[in-house]
């Protein structure tokens, strides 16, 4: 007997607080409709690695299975969108799918975090917003630094642009607030801190992250095999280098 029901209250209306106290992790993964070729999976109600781990095991499972009628998957923090062809694979048999691979013990193993090492250069013209992250948080720049770099962070999800990985871990005495009036042509590499994540723009974009540095690295490129550096599961470290090393990354 299907087990797995729609949850016809709908996904939470607010997002989740990224390093809050509770997880929130649901006892049950709730499900919710999407239109009428999308659901979504949902796990929890927070930023939180246990929750994310879930949804990334689920998403690895159903892309394993290769399974006829899923046309596309998103994972994000807490959940598991899953967009597919009703005339392919009926929404009672997706369910079906979806209790299978989240009962199933084995299937696709979880492979170990791949950790990516990101070289950064901070402050100066690659980070114009150094000096007011620092001045807000009473330290030097040099500590700002510092307190960045420390980290292995996690990627927990790609978006709001093309390959941005949102990166959580970042230390607490650098939480900042995101600014109120959004810059409007960020540079690509560019590396920022909102509220109590870290990022990277993988474009030129608008946006209202603080940026403290830059990366000599390509996020995005489509002249890649795999056109995104990072994936959600990743972890990340990040490496302070010279203006010297940044120029002599970008000759190669």
């Avoid at 607080?17 to 659901?39: H, I, M, N, Q, W």
């Avoid at 969108?81 to 199933?104: A, Q, V």
């Avoid at 084995?106 to 950064?120: Q, Y």
Wanted: net charge negative; proline share 8%.
């Amino acid at each position: 007997m299907l087990k797995v029901r729609i949850d016809y209250g709908g996904p939470a209306d607010e997002a989740p607080l990224c390093g809050a106290d509770k997880s929130a992790a649901y006892a049950e993964p709730r499900v919710f409709l999407c239109g009428d070729t999308g659901l979504s999976v949902e796990f929890g109600g927070e930023i939180d690695p246990s929750i994310n781990r879930r949804v990334r095991r689920l998403y690895k499972k159903l892309k394993a299975g290769f399974y006829p009628g899923i046309i596309d998957m998103g994972p994000s923090y807490c959940s598991l969108f899953i967009r597919y062809d009703p005339w392919i694979c009926s929404l009672e048999k997706l369910l079906c799918i979806i209790e299978e691979n989240l009962e199933d013990p084995g299937g696709a193993i979880e492979a170990p975090e791949r950790i990516v090492e990101v070289p950064v250069c901070y402050g100066g013209e690659f980070g114009p917003d150094m000096a007011e992250v620092a001045n807000f948080h009473g330290i030097g720049v040099d500590e700002v630094a510092a307190l960045h770099g420390a980290p292995l962070y996690h990627v927990y999800m790609i978006g709001f642009i093309l390959g941005f990985p949102y990166l959580g871990g970042l230390d607490r005495r650098l939480y900042t607030p995101r600014k109120k009036s959004p810059g409007k042509a960020v540079p690509a590499g560019s590396v920022g801190i909102a509220d109590r994540q870290t990022g990277i723009y993988p474009v030129v974009s608008p946006g209202g992250w603080w940026i403290i540095g830059m990366t000599p690295l390509k996020v995005f490129d489509l002249t890649r095999e795999e056109p995104f550096l990072f994936e959600a599961g990743d972890g990340v470290r990040f490496k302070q280098i010279t203006r010297e090393e940044f120029e002599s990354y970008k000759d190669h």
